[in-house]
């Protein structure tokens, strides 16, 4: 893939689908850096080369600012951000409490308000490029997941918006909405409900980490150049009708 700018953040970086989109920035050449609270430090070890971990709490703005002056302060550009820090915290919605509601909330949405404003003012000095990591359950619901859907669909309006705003800077921003992936998001999920979804997926099984990646990689690099404000989702044909 082709790649014009140098630096790169990956929210959630440590693990998952975020560690496989670090991998493939650092194999692209990218210096990319890995936001997390804890998880990315021995991800950034075991890289190695051009891959570094900057201890960030995504819900602080504060924080996640001042990890980015880090990281510009380091090098003078930032050109790619992926949003891609993700909670879960299921329950009926009779049952769920403020607290359940309020801590998605604040890591999914928040925490991409947060690290979007932060890198904003460099970002737009070149041409910056934004993945934000959504799901198919912001686009379609799922029984359980009403804190954690309002949030996946929020970061699409979210993303069409600041499309729009910043295109004149030449910044792109697009979503990635997976299905089901197995990660540790979705290591808890009972087993007869394993099954149940997937008699809704066309090709009858979850997603790797890496097949969610591949079409991150490509929104953020320059084959791309004229992508803007576009949902791709990557679900294996899942419907849940």
Known sequence: MEYSGEVAVVTGGGSGIGEQITRGL?????????FS??????????IGKNCYFIETDVTDFQSV???????????????????NAGF????L?????????????????????NCTRASLRYLIKGKGSIVNVSSVSGLL??????NYSASKSAIVGFTKTLAQEYGKRELRANVVA?????????????ENKKYSYLDNIILKRFAEPEEIAHPALFLLSD??????GTVLRVDGGLSFG
Do not use: C
């Open 37 to 46: 609270r804890s998880r990315g430090e021995e991800t950034a070890d075991e």
């Open 26 to 34: 650092v194999d692209n050449g990218i210096k990319t850096y890995i």
């Open 65 to 83: 600012e001042g990890s980015v002056q880090e990281v510009v302060d380091r090098h003078g550009v930032l050109d790619y951000l992926v949003n």
């Open 178 to 190: 997976p299905g089901f992936v197995d990660t540790r998001l979705t290591e808890d999920i009972p």
């Open 93 to 113: 919605l009779l049952r769920m409490s403020p607290e359940e509601w309020g801590r998605v909330i604040d890591v999914n949405l928040n925490g991409v308000f």
């Open 223 to 228: 084959k791309a150049s004229y992508i803007t």
């Open 88 to 91: 879960t915290s299921d329950n």
């Open 141 to 146: 619901g799922n029984p359980g997941q009403a």
